[in-house]
Nanobody, 124 residues
Framework: QVQLVESGGGLVQAGGSLRLSCAVSGRAFSSYHMAWFRQAPGKEREFVAHITGSGGITRYADSVKGRFTISRDNAKNTVYLQMDSLKPEDTAVYYC?????????????????WGQGTQVTVSS
């Protein structure tokens, strides 16, 4: 059974930083592309960042490009999201997800396993 467990969320002032972690159980972790999504109150879940199985290619939403960094440690079955220069509009529940093989990486329906989410709140 595959399980994803996020951690690292919290309350931070604007301009601050947080590092989210997502520990993934199950086999063949390095075979799967992974991503982070977020959902703010009253809004749809949106794509944040994506990383290929090897970690060689990363992609970002325009809203976080240059401020967030996605990475992974395949020896630890863990994906990270380093968030710098945080803004109040980054406030949301952040989810990590495992991508199905194929499909558009920005689309949530192309992911088959999700974590429970971790709250990130950025105060102004």
């Amino acid at each position: 059974q595959v399980q994803l467990v996020e951690s690292g969320g919290g309350l931070v002032q604007a301009g601050g930083s947080l590092r989210l972690s997502c520990a993934v159980s199950g086999r063949a972790f390095s075979s799967y592309h992974m991503a982070w999504f977020r959902q703010a109150p009253g809004k749809e879940r949106e794509f944040v960042a994506h990383i290929t199985g090897s970690g060689g290619i990363t992609r970002y939403a325009d809203s976080v490009k240059g401020r967030f960094t996605i990475s992974r440690d395949n020896a630890k079955n863990t994906v990270y999201l380093q968030m710098d220069s945080l803004k109040p509009e980054d406030t949301a529940v952040y989810y990590c997800a495992r991508q199905r093989f194929g499909g558009i990486y920005t689309t949530a329906t192309n992911y088959d396993y999700w974590g429970q989410g971790t709250q990130v709140t950025v105060s102004s």
